[in-house]
């Protein structure tokens, strides 16, 4: 089993700037893909970032590609995601999540969950 806890969210004003932290346990952690994921009220869980472990390729979603940024350190099981121009559309709960295997963009493959953390841009 793998556990994950995010923190680092909050309230911030358009063009600030953001750390989310995930922290996780398990032993599965250091060999599996870790993503990003978030959900705006009344819309469906999204693609934002995810990192592979191997050899720490990462993608991104279109829409916060150039302002997004992941990373990892596998020695302290955390993930994190640095969030720069952040714009009000970024609004939404940020979910960390890992799947033993997959490491794709597709939210409902993933097994693991946080609880997920707060991001809320004001204009």
């Known amino acids: 089993q793998v556990q994950l806890v995010e923190s680092g969210g909050g309230l911030v004003q358009a063009g600030g700037s953001l750390r989310l932290s995930c922290a996780a346990s398990?032993?599965?952690?250091?060999?599996?893909?870790m993503g990003w994921f978030r959900q705006a009220p009344g819309k469906e869980r999204e693609f934002v970032a995810v990192?592979?472990?191997?050899?720490?390729?990462?993608a991104y979603a279109d829409s916060v590609k150039g302002r997004f940024t992941i990373s990892r350190d596998n020695a302290k099981n955390t993930v994190d995601l640095q969030m720069n121009s952040l714009k009000p559309d970024d609004t939404a709960v940020y979910y960390c999540?890992?799947?033993?295997?997959?490491?794709?963009?597709?939210?409902?493959?993933?097994?693991?969950w946080g609880q997920g953390t707060q991001v809320t841009v004001s204009s």
């Open positions: 999540a890992t799947d033993r295997n997959y490491g794709g963009s597709s939210w409902y493959r993933y097994n693991y």
């Open positions: 990192i592979k472990s191997r050899d720490g390729t990462t």
């Open positions: 398990g032993r599965t952690f250091s060999a599996a893909p």
